[in-house]
């Protein structure tokens, strides 16, 4: 089975700290994503991966980054946290245009 | 722009009744259709797939492109069906991401 594993299940930080999220698979994909999921709003494209070092934005990358230094490794940065980013983010891998999902991680920021 | 539409935030379903979510979407090109599902405290998991029609718990969608819809029916709901359904559409052939509906939360009641 694919294991999509985020680190945090849950975070509190405070406005201005930078955040990490990480994002490992075990499963030697190459493409991995970030979205972040709202209530009425759905899944939301922050940023994707094709290979290491690589990124593209998604539809919502404003005051996030990534950093992809090692295959299996996806990293979501908030660079100063702001209230607004506060929601659940969900870090994926994807074969053959399955999506497979981490638990995610429940952002808090106060 | 690609776009997947879920026009119901919420379906309430009585037990043994028939289901159907629905799910419209805007695409110039020829779609890849997908349903996921995340039930109360797990991840977000696939639960259908057009191309292939993978599905899992006796899900079934038919894509009419006339319509350019691909609602989800289930023939009798069961408390377990209870959960946030998203539908999602591939934007090109190939690893591009995909793009969420705003999901429908749907609520068996016994």
């Known amino acids: 089975d694919v294991k999509v594993t985020q680190s945090s299940r849950y975070l509190v930080k405070r406005t201005g700290e930078k955040v990490f999220l990480e994002c490992v698979q075990d499963m030697d994909h190459e493409n991995m994503f970030w979205y972040r999921q709202d209530p009425g709003l759905g899944l939301r494209l922050i940023y994707f991966?094709?290979?290491?070092?690589?990124?593209e934005k998604g539809d919502i990358p404003e005051g996030y980054s990534v950093s992809r230094e090692k295959k299996e490794r996806f990293s979501l940065i908030l660079e100063s946290a702001s209230t607004n980013q506060t929601s659940m983010y969900l870090c994926?891998?994807?074969?053959?245009?399955?999506?497979?999902f981490g638990s995610g991680t429940q952002l808090s920021v106060l | 722009a690609q776009r997947v539409t879920q026009p119901e935030k919420l379906l309430s379903v009585f037990k043994g009744a028939p289901v159907e979510l629905k799910c419209n979407y805007s695409?110039?090109?020829?779609?890849?259709l997908f349903w996921y599902v995340q039930y109360s405290r797990q991840r977000l998991q696939l639960l259908l797939r057009h191309i292939s029609r993978e599905s899992i718990k006796g899900s079934t969608a038919d894509l009419n492109k006339g319509e350019t819809s691909f609602h989800l029916k289930k023939p009798f709901a069961q408390e377990e069906d209870s959960a946030m359904y998203y539908c999602a559409l591939s934007r090109n052939s190939g690893n591009t991401p995909l793009v969420f509906g705003k999901g429908t939360r749907l609520s068996v009641i016994a």
């Open positions: 695409y110039s090109g020829s779609p890849e």
């Open positions: 994926a891998s994807t074969v053959n245009e399955k999506l497979f």
């Open positions: 991966s094709y290979d290491v070092k690589m990124k």
